[in-house]
């Protein structure tokens, strides 16, 4: 992400902090510990109503299933791959796998990958870009 | 508690009717499926009408207008692909508790070509492509690729079963295509979401389907017992707890909850099933499903569709109505369409592709959207 940039974030629980990096903001249960990206009413795995902490999620997961999108709606850009990603920290994220070859033969499952901010290559209605997550190989653990 | 007895049934032959409303295709269905009982829509006592796309525009009573006005209560349902079998359940729901004896549930939809959209209100950020895609395909393409990370299911495998449902469909009068396609057809086809090609989605199709439920006694009474059809089981759950579903959106958990239920309330188990409707509106479904309904061991089902154990002749034949693969899957009209093709051989009226001495059979239906859950419908029926 480039310093002095004015990104929105994407999804409502993307925060971009003037002086550390983005992050996707959760929520953790204040019982059993599970963590959920839309922060529910009370929590649907153990139905707490105690209130739940905000974490930022883990930043890195393993790949559990994906898909390589070769037709999507009208307009976007294909192909691409949709990657259903494990967090270290017990959440699961969906997200595009960006930066590797659209093919099964260079996709494996249970690969490291580490999720990352960038520019969506979306404007809002005020001209300002959208920043985005997406998940990367993770190069560092494999 | 009433046993309940579906004794009248038909759908329309699927197809694409841009030159009618919803409630006329509804209004279609339900008059043959009147006509198939032997009554009027004035011996309906209530109405339980399945309609997704027009969920707020009260199809129900619309066709009523169409066939007759009698005043009755008509509940409209949307419950994403079980939406017709959610009509059904509730039809029966009513005449098990008691409240009605002799009720009608109609399925109707109409749907444009190409891809389904996730449903929702559009964003200003468009995420599809961006975080990953919610379109059908690809949800139904990351449940294939689970079951080959967890049991190396092939492309092939996946592919076979599209052949096959079109194969059946050849036989199959009210089917939107009956057409063979050969294995290299299939797996040559566009892809579309890794591993199912064009061929291995379900057809987008208008449809209507209809049938008249009534309990033991008045079925009984309108002297309907020697065509009746014993409703053993109705079912419906929605998706579990489990972190990945919230992520990307679960039918098995949801499908194999389901299963379990509908086997214990009728007492029986798999191997008790002559053949099976179920929900194929992805190939890569069609496999997960064998195991979720207990028809093989978990990872059986890419050798179970190589032995041809679910083609008519086989061990447990699915989805001879040619399936939401080649019939096609009107989103409203798919879960009383499926009962129509499992009453139809336990008629023994199936003709080219009926089942010998099908007694019992089986109907599942399963749908869902990314981000916000999924449902699952299964019905088992007896010819008494």
């Known amino acids: 992400m480039e310093a002095g940039s004015n990104f929105v974030p994407a999804i409502p629980q993307l925060r971009i902090p003037a002086d550390a990096p983005p992050y996707l903001a959760g929520a953790r249960c204040a019982d059993c510990g599970q963590v959920y990206l839309a922060r529910p009413v009370a929590c649907p795995k153990c139905f707490s109503r105690r209130e739940m902490a905000e974490v930022a999620l883990a930043e890195r997961g393993k790949l559990y299933s994906y898909t390589i999108i070769h037709r999507s709606f009208p307009g976007v850009k294909v192909p691409f791959v949709m990657a259903v990603v494990d967090l270290d920290d017990g959440a699961t994220l969906r997200g595009t796998l960006a930066d590797i070859v659209p093919d099964p033969a260079a996709i494996r499952f249970d690969m490291p990958v580490r999720l990352t901010f960038r520019d969506s290559g979306q404007l809002d209605a005020a001209g300002q870009p959208y920043l985005s997550y997406i998940f990367v190989p993770d190069e560092e653990a494999a | ?384």
């Not at chain 2, 199709?205 to 009984?220: P, R, W």
């Not at chain 2, 978990?298 to 019939?327: C, F, H, Q, W």
């Not at chain 2, 989103?331 to 129509?340: C, D, E, S, V």
């Not at chain 2, 139809?344 to 059979?361: C, F, P, W």
């Open chain 2, 1 to 384: 508690m009433t046993d309940v007895y579906l004794v009248g049934i038909d759908m329309i032959r699927f197809g694409r009717f841009p030159e009618k409303t919803v409630p006329q295709l509804a209004a279609e269905a339900a008059l043959m499926a009147l006509d198939d009982a032997g009554l009027t829509i004035a011996d309906m006592q209530a109405l339980y009408c399945g309609n997704l796309y027009e969920a707020n525009a009260m199809v129900g009573q619309r066709m009523l207008r169409m066939i007759g006005m009698t005043g009755i209560p008509v509940t409209n349902v949307a419950n994403a692909c079980a939406t017709g079998a959610t009509a059904f359940r509730e039809a029966w729901t009513a005449i098990r508790a008691g409240v009605h004896d002799v009720v009608l549930a109609v399925g109707a939809e109409q749907m444009g070509k190409g891809m389904l959209s996730g449903g929702g209100a559009p964003a200003a950020f468009n995420p599809e492509g961006a975080i990953g895609s919610t379109s059908p395909p690809s949800m139904f393409a990351l449940v294939g690729l689970e079951h080959q990370r967890l049991y190396g299911t092939t492309f092939e495998q996946f592919a076979k079963v599209s052949v096959k449902n079109h194969h059946h469909s050849t036989m199959n009068p009210k089917a939107m295509y009956q057409v063979e396609t050969p294995l290299e057809q299939v797996m040559g086809a566009e892809m579309i979401a890794y591993p199912n090609t064009k061929l291995m989605c379900s057809v987008n199709v208008d449809g209507s389907a209809a049938a008249v439920l009534a309990s033991e006694a008045a079925a009984k009474r309108l002297g309907l017992m020697d065509r009746a059809i014993k409703v053993r089981a109705s079912v419906m759950t929605s998706d579990p707890f489990d972190p990945r579903d919230l992520a990307a959106t679960d039918f098995n958990m949801v499908t194999r909850l389901a299963a379990d239920r509908a086997y214990e309330a009728a007492g029986l188990g798999p191997d008790d099933i002559d053949l099976i409707e179920l929900h194929d509106c992805f190939a890569t479904a069609e496999l997960v499903h064998y195991e979720n309904l207990g028809l093989c061991a978990p990872g059986e089902s890419g050798r179970m569709i190589d032995a041809g154990e679910t083609t008519l002749g086989g061990r447990i034949p699915v989805n001879m109505s040619g399936g939401l693969l080649s019939k096609g899957h009107p989103l409203g009209a798919t879960g009383i369409a499926n009962i129509y093709e499992i009453a139809t051989h336990l008629r023994g009226q199936a003709g080219a592709r009926q089942v010998e001495g099908a007694r019992i059979g089986l109907t599942h239906v399963c749908g869902g959207a990314q981000d916000m859950g999924s449902c699952c419908a299964i019905h088992i029926l007896e010819k008494v």
